[in-house]
């Protein structure tokens, strides 16, 4: 089996798989809210993990805010960030339109509670213009939310100019960095964000816990009560996957320089071979900058979810866009906002490479492809004759 989804979900590392069957075999079963030993200990294991996480990021442990997913992190830095300053002359909130779905519901939650949302749209490339982001920002603008990397097209959004922009003008910053993790020189001093969300899935960690930075000073409402996580989520800790994330994070951070040179190379040889191998074939957001690992491939005149099976049936893995919207008929959100019809959408696919990634998967991918695509262009002209 092929695994090219990493974006979707990333192999567990295995020094962090060996650390949690250490941590639940013989870790101890105390709550970290206890005060007795057990209680303490695991108090002192959670402590340890939110500094290995705050040294990764460049920030305090004090900032971070273990959470359940990235989805939740960035739901409760924007609900939460959003809710705990109700001034009625500050209702604007400035995003993109090539959001993860988790920042959009989120905001789409937060316009029926009386918010201003004005979703930018990018340019053909999929990268969201700095200009037209601070041309956005009025007095009115409570919060602005950019992803540093877009989930579809790994396109790199200007994160660290929007931030400075806004800590000037007194706005508050979010960034979704779920993707940047891993693949980007990932630091609050590249980005100086004020609320930055993190999955540990994406780099090796396990699927059901994130992380969500909060810098000092910033007031946030828990949407989740209780006085665990400095009051900003009720609820018991689960302290081996704090640990596992702030492992893999830590590994993360430490590969991400030779990871991403490799993986890049591969990523792009695999570009080339496609263009040069098979007529009409667009990358999509390939005129702008974009994290090493990731392809969207638009093959025109083809049918995407019949090539997706296809390669699935040959031991395959790609995707048709984010895994939180798997399952549905609608095109690609991001696709469209970038000019696309929905017809180029459903013709694109997402390969995301990983440290697995070998030049022989290049070889079979490329070579699967070259089969595949005329028999999904065929098969979508016949549905339209």
Same mark, same amino acid.
């Given at each position: $089996?092929?695994?090219?989804?990493?974006?979707?979900?990333?192999?567990?590392?295995?020094?962090?798989?060996?650390?949690?069957?250490?941590? &639940?075999?013989?870790?101890?079963?105390?709550?970290? /809210?206890?005060?007795?030993?057990?209680?303490?200990?695991?108090?002192?294991?959670?402590?340890?993990?939110?500094?290995? @996480?705050?040294?990764?990021?460049?920030?305090?442990?004090?900032?971070?805010?273990?959470? %359940? /997913?990235?989805?939740?992190?960035?739901?409760?830095?924007?609900?939460?960030? &959003?809710?705990?300053?109700?001034?009625?002359?500050?209702?604007?909130?400035?995003?993109?339109?090539?959001?993860?779905?988790?920042?959009?519901?989120?905001?789409?939650?937060?316009?029926?509670?009386?918010?201003?949302?004005?979703?930018?749209?990018?340019?053909?490339?999929?990268?969201?213009?700095? !200009?037209?982001?601070?041309?956005?920002?009025?007095?009115?603008?409570?919060?602005?939310?950019? $992803?540093?990397?877009?989930?579809?097209?790994?396109? @790199?959004?200007?994160?660290?100019? @929007?931030?400075?922009?806004?800590?000037?003008? %007194?706005?508050? &910053?979010?960034? =979704?960095?779920?993707?940047?993790?891993?693949?980007?020189?990932?630091?609050?001093?590249?980005?100086?964000?004020?609320?930055?969300?993190?999955?540990?899935?994406?780099?090796?960690?396990?699927?059901?816990?994130?992380?969500?930075?909060?810098?000092?000073?910033?007031?946030?409402?828990?949407?989740?009560? %209780?006085?665990?996580?400095?009051?900003?989520?009720?609820?018991?800790?689960?302290?081996?996957?704090? !640990?596992?994330?702030?492992?893999?994070?830590?590994?993360?951070?430490?590969?991400? !320089?030779?990871?991403?040179?490799?993986?890049?190379?591969?990523?792009?040889? &695999?570009?080339? !071979?496609?263009?040069?191998?098979?007529? =009409?074939?667009?990358?999509?957001?390939?005129?702008?900058?974009?994290?090493?690992?990731?392809?969207?491939?638009?093959?025109?005149?083809?049918?995407?979810?019949?090539?997706?099976?296809?390669?699935?049936?040959?031991?395959?893995?790609?995707?048709?866009?984010?895994?939180?919207? /798997?399952?549905?008929?609608?095109?690609?959100? @991001?696709?469209?906002? $970038? %000019?696309?019809?929905p017809a180029q959408a459903h013709g694109s696919l997402r390969f995301s490479l990983g440290p697995g990634t070998t030049e022989a998967e290049v070889e079979r991918v490329v070579a699967a492809l070259r089969t595949h695509v005329p028999r999904a262009r065929a098969l979508a002209a016949q549905e339209l004759a």
């Open positions: $089996m092929i695994s090219w989804d990493y974006n979707a979900a990333a192999p567990l590392r295995p020094e962090v798989a060996q650390a949690l069957a250490r941590a &639940f075999l013989e870790g101890g079963f105390g709550n970290p /809210s206890s005060v007795h030993q057990a209680g303490r200990e695991a108090r002192g294991r959670l402590d340890a993990a939110r500094a290995q @996480v705050a040294r990764a990021l460049g920030c305090a442990p004090k900032e971070v805010c273990f959470t %359940g /997913s990235g989805s939740e992190a960035d739901a409760l830095a924007l609900k939460g960030a &959003f809710l705990a300053r109700p001034t009625p002359e500050r209702r604007r909130v400035v995003t993109s339109a090539i959001e993860h779905p988790a920042v959009l519901a989120a905001l789409a939650q937060l316009e029926k509670q009386g918010a201003e949302v004005v979703r930018l749209k990018p340019d053909a490339d999929g990268q969201v213009r700095t !200009e037209e982001v601070l041309a956005a920002l009025t007095p009115a603008t409570a919060l602005c939310s950019l $992803m540093w990397a877009n989930n579809e097209t790994g396109v @790199v959004q200007p994160a660290a100019a @929007v931030a400075r922009a806004c800590r000037q003008r %007194g706005i508050l &910053f979010h960034t =979704d960095a779920v993707q940047a993790a891993g693949k980007l020189p990932l630091s609050l001093r590249e980005v100086d964000a004020d609320l930055l969300a993190l999955s540990a899935h994406k780099f090796g960690g396990p699927a059901g816990v994130g992380v969500l930075v909060v810098r000092k000073g910033v007031d946030v409402q828990a949407l989740t009560p %209780g006085h665990q996580e400095a009051g900003l989520r009720g609820g018991t800790q689960n302290v081996p996957y704090a !640990e596992a994330l702030a492992l893999a994070l830590e590994r993360a951070q430490a590969e991400q !320089e030779a990871t991403s040179a490799r993986v890049g190379a591969l990523r792009d040889a &695999f570009e080339r !071979e496609v263009l040069a191998g098979i007529p =009409d074939v667009t990358v999509n957001g390939g005129g702008a900058p974009r994290v090493p690992n990731t392809s969207n491939l638009l093959f025109h005149g083809a049918d995407g979810e019949a090539l997706l099976i296809a390669l699935d049936l040959e031991g395959i893995r790609a995707s048709s866009g984010a895994a939180c919207a /798997s399952g549905t008929l609608t095109p690609s959100h @991001v696709l469209t906002a $970038m %000019g696309l019809t």
